[in-house]
């Protein structure tokens, strides 16, 4: 069982940047698909951005603004969020999927095996 850990999360303003983490244990980030998800209050969870092999899925919310990346050496999954919004306000969650796919499949919350306890990032008007 994957062991995942996040950070880089905070407060930053309008147009601001952040680059959250990932770290996992118990399994390589390459052994299998990996994503973002994120949870604003009353919402739904919904999907970021997924990384499998070297292709690379983004939601069209995110897409041009935040990019996900990987880290073998580090065994880390990287979020690089850029032009931030206040509505890209929510809790992130770091995801290791049970399987492989495409979009349609990353893009499913019941698709995944192993989730982050989270980070909170605000982004503040």
């Known amino acids: 069982q994957v062991q995942l850990v996040e950070s880089g999360g905070g407060l930053v303003q309008a147009g601001g940047s952040l680059r959250l983490s990932c770290a996992a244990s118990g399994r390589t980030v390459n052994s299998n698909p990996m994503g973002w998800f994120r949870q604003a209050p009353g919402k739904e969870r919904e999907f970021v951005a997924a990384?499998?092999?070297?292709?690379?899925y983004h939601s069209n919310s995110v897409r041009g603004r935040f990019t996900i990346s990987r880290d073998n050496a580090k065994n880390t999954v990287y979020l690089q969020m850029s032009s931030l919004k206040p509505e890209d306000t929510a809790v992130y969650y770091c995801?290791?999927?049970?399987?492989?796919?495409?979009?349609?499949?990353?893009?499913?919350?019941?698709?995944?095996?192993?989730w982050g306890q989270g980070t909170q990032v605000t982004v503040s008007s």
């Open positions: 990384i499998s092999g070297e292709l690379t």
């Open positions: 995801a290791s999927y049970s399987s492989r796919g495409g979009f349609s499949t990353y893009r499913e919350a019941t698709a995944v095996g192993s």
